[in-house]
């Protein structure tokens, strides 16, 4: 056998370091641009929030899903009901006494809810909050007796919140009147968490707070393919929708609910009649905005899947998905080109 030695051999030591050379920088380059996900998944605005992120430094990925949660938190602190010490607790407490200055985000909430209450007749109305809490949805849930929901259907009244969009104040006409965010803040959140994740170059990630989920470019070449859930079944999906850069929410009768006599109470209530409305079990809406997403899937589940899909056919970069009280679907023409049906 013949013996090659490397070292001594410079015709062979040359073209193997210069291999080794190449292997070694295609090795780095590969590394460099690698795409990495990070993300985490942590508990607020009474649900589960999910951040993912797509990008090549992982440490820049990482800081950028702290400041989204973080920005979460601050909203939390807006819009929770349920805390003592956020500013809906206090207006709660004293708009009825005189103005009450409030935040920046209290306001844009505000703003896109009363745009939205006039848009779908009041189907959306923040001021459910007394019928909220009969309820108890969040806590003990129980069926109320007629006289106490019809005792409480006049201090359902959005007109009663006086905002001063300029002087950014709220004052309540009616002492009775409170307000309740539930049905928008977490598209709010959402939003507010792209917002700071593209002010740190995330240019691809996933949003989701219990069913309220934004988009940020695509995943790689791909669409993000998003799984809408079967209402009466959580391991099923009953669609894939293939978004990009777009806003995705389901509002569900399946969320918070009980039953009585085997009928299902939820927690999604007709501001004009007080019961949880009965029409639809579950609507997505797909839009360019998270809380108006969110608030107008709270809307359109009150409407019922007919009047639901209209407006969404009438309203530009609004489109509907939509599972009826019979568990047959519906969807606008928008969908067509990027809705996979699983059933
Ligand atoms: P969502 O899960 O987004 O449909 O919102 C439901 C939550 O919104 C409930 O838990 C209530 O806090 C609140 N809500 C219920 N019904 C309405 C309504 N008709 N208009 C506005 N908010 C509502
Ligand atoms: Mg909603």
């Not at 969040?138 to 969009?165: K, Q």
């Not at 949880?276 to 108006?292: D, G, H, L, Y």
């Not at 056919?313 to 009826?324: A, K, N, S």
Request: charged content about 25%.
């Amino acid at each position: 056998m013949k013996r090659i030695n490397i070292v001594r051999n410079r015709k062979i030591l040359i073209p193997a370091l210069i291999s080794i050379l190449c292997i070694l920088l295609l090795f780095l380059y590969y590394e460099n641009n690698r795409i990495r996900s990070s993300g985490d998944v942590r508990l607020m605005l009474g649900t589960v929030v999910e951040i993912t992120v797509l990008g090549k430094d992982e440490d820049v990925l990482e800081r950028a899903v702290d400041a989204a949660f973080d920005r979460m938190g601050e909203i939390e602190m807006v819009a929770d009901r349920y805390t003592g010490e956020s500013e809906i607790s206090r207006m709660n407490r004293t708009a009825a006494d005189g103005q009450v200055d409030v935040s920046d985000e209290m306001i844009e909430m505000l703003r896109v809810s009363e745009t939205l209450a006039a848009e779908t007749e009041g189907a959306f109305d923040v001021t459910i909050a007394p019928l909220s809490d009969l309820w108890g949805f969040t806590g003990e849930p129980r069926l109320p007796a007629p006289e106490e929901i019809e005792a409480l259907l006049s201090v359902v009244c959005h007109d009663c919140v006086v905002v001063d969009y300029d002087k950014k104040t709220v004052y309540y006409s009616n002492p009775d009147v409170a307000v309740d965010l539930g049905g928008i803040a977490k598209g709010y959140a959402v939003d507010e968490a792209v917002k700071v994740l593209e002010s740190l170059d995330v240019v691809s990630g996933v949003i989701n707070a219990g069913g309220d989920m934004a988009v940020i470019g695509k995943k790689g070449d791909d669409p993000w393919r998003i799984g809408i859930q079967h209402p009466r079944d959580s391991q099923e999906l009953i669609a894939v929708l293939d978004i990009v850069d777009r806003s995705v929410v389901t509002s569900g009768d399946y969320e918070r609910f009980f039953f009585s006599d085997d009928v299902r109470y939820h927690h999604i209530i007709d501001p004009h009649t007080g019961y949880p409305a009965r029409m639809t079990m579950s609507i997505t809406v797909v839009a360019e905005n998270t809380a108006v997403a969110d608030a107008l899937a709270t809307a359109y589940f009150v409407m019922g899947p007919k009047k639901a899909l209209d407006a969404a056919e009438h309203t530009d970069g609004v489109d509907v998905l939509i599972v009826d009280a019979d568990g047959n679907m519906t969807h606008s023409d928008g969908l067509s080109s990027i809705l996979t049906l699983m059933r």
